[in-house]
């Protein structure tokens, strides 16, 4: 019987995806997830927004056979913690205590988007045990590499429960958090939803949009089919937002949004709100896929009652719905979401520590927090809205 020759792998670090062919990119993550697609990665590189400067340097991940491509991982050397939304800030301070550095450290991830996605692209002739061997390679590489160039760690975020399952195997700590999702039940409308919420919630959430929708005018418009003026309208909207909340500009500039309409805009709505004069008063960004609606960004140029709510919850569910899509992501935290009919959703993580000591104490510290999730998304399950919680 014919053995089958085993595979040799070379590992190289890619500082820039433009060297990386897009069809390949393609090939390997596919096209159906926004922002895993190599536009959106792109857009970011290219904009500037993702760099050595802010404090993402690329450093992704291609593994060859030969002249064949392997296996392909977007991966950041980071600076800091910002943009991750896995925070591990109180890990860097313990570092710091102990004057040991925390920073940099490698990152894979979507920078700024806690989105749950595919991490590591394969290969389609590997099978599933190969996939299994080449993840185990994976992360024998970045941990070696990591202590080769002093970094402190690597981590994986926003993992897919199949890859986190593989990570897992290979040895790498886990570490869950908790989102909050919408899902439809098949409804028919926005009615057909209230109807299954308790009167006391469902009388809130129509008073909440009667404050917003007595006043403003709210309308979803494709990104490929926006015009200059309304994709500039967002970026204000988005800029003002984030100046007032933080006293800093958000991190995405107007040439990362300006390329995201250019290649990837017809997985692009925008909803455009505007006041009885036909003025822009505040706008949100949301992506879709066959199944998903991604609610990412926001932003208004004046205070209206209640328009956050509508702009960011209600006109995504009615969008959801309308358009039969299963699954509406509205981003990262925000327990106010249950009363709105928004889901616990666990998430994970990976990661690998390379001091000894504190990858016991961080360890330790996963597993008492995962314990405590476990126990606050039962808590928030039975704080949902609906008539009955068995859904």
């Known amino acids: 019987m014919k053995k089958t020759q085993a595979r040799v792998y070379k590992y190289k670090f890619i500082n820039n995806i433009s060297d ?20 959106y990665l792109s857009a970011l590189e290219m904009s500037r927004c993702v760099s050595a400067e802010t404090g993402w340097t690329p450093m992704h991940l291609m593994v060859m056979d030969a002249d064949n491509v392997m296996a392909l991982m977007p991966l950041y050397l980071k600076t800091h913690s910002w943009g991750e939304y896995v925070f591990d800030w109180a890990w860097a301070e313990a570092y710091e205590r102990h004057n ?5 450290k490698l990152v894979s991830s979507i920078p700024f988007t806690p989105t749950t996605g595919q991490r590591i ?13 080449l993840i185990g390679h994976i ?15 690597w981590h994986c975020l926003f993992t897919t429960p199949d890859q986190q399952q593989q990570l897992t195997q290979a040895g790498v700590m886990e570490r869950v958090g908790c989102q909050f999702h919408w899902h439809n039940q098949g409804y028919v409308d926005f009615t057909d939803f209230l109807g299954t919420l308790t009167s006391r919630k469902r009388k809130n959430i129509l008073k909440e949009r009667s404050l917003a929708r007595q ?5 979803f418009v494709d990104g490929d089919k926006a015009t200059s003026e309304q994709w500039q309208g967002f970026v204000r909207c988005y800029q003002n937002t984030y100046l007032k909340r933080s006293g800093h500009t958000g991190y995405l500039s107007p040439a990362f949004f300006e390329q995201i309409a250019a290649t990837m805009g017809a997985s692009i709505r925008l909803l455009m709100i505007e006041n009885i004069e036909g003025q822009l008063v505040a706008s949100a960004l949301y992506f879709v896929s066959g199944t998903h609606l991604f609610g990412r960004y926001w932003g208004a140029l004046t205070e209206c009652d209640g328009v956050h709510f509508e702009a960011c919850y209600y006109q995504g569910i009615e969008y959801a719905i309308a358009n039969k899509l299963a699954v509406f992501d509205a981003g990262a935290q925000g327990e106010h979401k249950v009363a709105r009919g928004f889901f616990p959703v666990k998430t994970t993580s990976s990661h ?32 949902l809205p609906y008539k009955t919680n068995d859904k």
């Not at 990386?20 to 536009?39: C, L, N």
């Not at 008492?368 to 476990?374: V, Y």
Request: glycine share 4%.
């Open 20 to 39: 990386i062919d897009s069809k390949v990119w393609h090939d390997f993550f596919g096209v159906e997830h926004p922002f895993t697609r190599y536009e």
């Open 100 to 104: 040991i550095d925390y920073y940099p």
């Open 139 to 153: 992360q024998t590489y970045l941990s070696q590499a990591v202590i080769k160039h002093n970094w402190s760690s």
């Open 215 to 219: 006043q403003l005018a709210f309308r």
């Open 352 to 383: 690998f520590i390379a001091h000894e000591g504190f990858n016991e104490a961080i360890g330790h510290f996963c597993e008492q927090e995962q314990s405590h999730i476990d126990i606050y998304m039962q808590q928030m399950c039975e704080q």
């Open 121 to 133: 692209g394969f290969n389609s002739e590997l099978s599933t045990l190969e996939q299994q061997q």
